[in-house]
């Protein structure tokens, strides 16, 4: 199978060339796996483009705990349906869809009855680094399940209830990254309350940041990216087209905004004291985390109660608000920005290498159609 050809007969089991992590930190390499054969209720999708999350590089290398090798990270996936089962009724075949970070849930608890099935309680399985372990998914076993395999590969097959339909017209290489960047920033945006004209901060212009100043900037807020690096003011202001830009690091400049937003979305991944911010939000404001810095963080309970402020977080989204989500990125115009490479294990390396670094604007996106 050269190229990206997966599209064999449907009740067969399928190879599928990948890049793989064998073991923890172990740089990545080409890989074949077997996807099973369409079940009933499935979908095969033919991956057209696969986003590189910074959680990728964490569980790839094992810093978030003890993982299952082989492992094919990816859970920003983009592509096109090549088959369907017998009782698929969502998707056709020629569909454009996307697949996020869950391939399934038990379905039964009250998360996932009210469609919040990122919040399963007994447990979403991941679209990598998890195992099938639920009776209805085609993937159970007695022995604990079939492991999961991500989205740097070929195809996927994947029940049609865990895939989103990716609006006509849009870019997939672009939709691709929202299927994880995206839903993280737009599900706290929802639940929480952001309203046109309130004050919103960006904290952080990383990938989860661009993606919330420009959903931001469509909802209607009045945006500021809150950064420790003045370098990143044209970017914020000129491609972004943030409102504001702050420097936090530039005690002047931080106090311009003291008691300033409503809300505050803090993307930071890396350890970081929260004071500062928690003072940049007005009374009844809050503060939303989805970064995950590797230690805990600290603040004053007085910051909280005295002026009645929120501080809260956020982990992705279900498979309805995704695709809410998805069409109200088409609606306004909305991809992520991003950097094509090939499907080739040294230039994913070396892009591992340069995410960690922040040196990308704001997504690498791999090409699967250039699988050797």
């Known amino acids: 199978m050269s190229g990206n050809g997966y599209g064999v007969a449907a009740n067969e089991a399928l190879p599928c060339k990948c890049i793989a992590a064998m073991s923890g930190g172990a740089p990545l390499t080409l890989h074949t796996i077997t996807r099973r054969p369409v079940g009933k209720k499935d979908v095969q999708i033919s991956i057209k483009y696969a986003g590189i999350c910074h959680s990728d590089i964490h569980q790839a290398r094992e810093e978030w705990g003890k993982a299952i090798f082989p492992m094919v990270p990816g859970h920003e996936i983009a592509g096109e349906v090549v088959a369907v089962g017998d009782e698929v009724t969502k998707y056709k075949v020629g569909d454009k869809v996307g697949v996020g970070c869950m391939v399934d849930s038990c379905r039964n608890c009250p998360s996932c009855k009210a469609g919040d099935e990122n919040y399963c309680q007994t447990g979403a399985i991941m679209t990598y680094n998890g195992k099938h372990k639920y009776q209805h998914c085609e993937e159970y076993n007695d022995e604990g399940g079939a ?5 740097y590969s070929q195809g996927i097959v994947v029940d049609q209830n865990y895939v989103c339909k990716i609006p006509d017209g ?6 691709a990254p929202l299927l994880c960047a995206g839903i993280t920033v737009y599900s706290p945006f929802m639940y ?19 993606m919330a100043v420009l959903i931001g900037k469509a909802m209607g807020a009045e945006v500021t990216v809150l950064s420790r690096s003045p370098s990143k003011r044209d970017e914020a202001l000129k491609e972004l087209k943030a409102d504001k830009f702050v ?13 300033y937003f409503d809300f505050m979305i803090n993307t930071i991944a890396a350890d970081h004291d929260l004071a500062p911010y928690m003072d940049m939000l007005t009374y009844n404001g809050k503060q939303i985390l989805v970064g995950v810095p590797p230690n805990p963080l600290s603040f004053h309970a007085f910051q909280l109660a005295v002026p009645r402020k929120t501080i809260a977080g956020s982990l992705i989204g279900g498979i309805k608000e995704t695709q809410e989500m998805l069409d109200f990125c088409a609606k306004h115009g909305i991809t992520c920005p991003h950097e094509v490479i090939p499907a080739d294990p040294e230039k994913v ?3 591992y290498e340069r995410a960690v670094k922040s040196d990308v604007k704001y997504r690498f996106v791999i090409d699967t159609a250039t699988f050797a």
């Open 147 to 151: 492991p999961t395999y991500g989205g």
């Open 170 to 175: 849009m870019d997939l290489a672009g939709a």
């Open 192 to 210: 929480y309350g952001l309203k046109p004209g309130m004050k919103l901060a960006v904290a952080g212009l990383g990938g989860l940041g661009a």
């Open 349 to 351: 390396n070396a892009a």
């Open 247 to 259: 420097v936090v690091t530039d005690e002047a400049d931080a106090a311009t905004v003291k008691s």
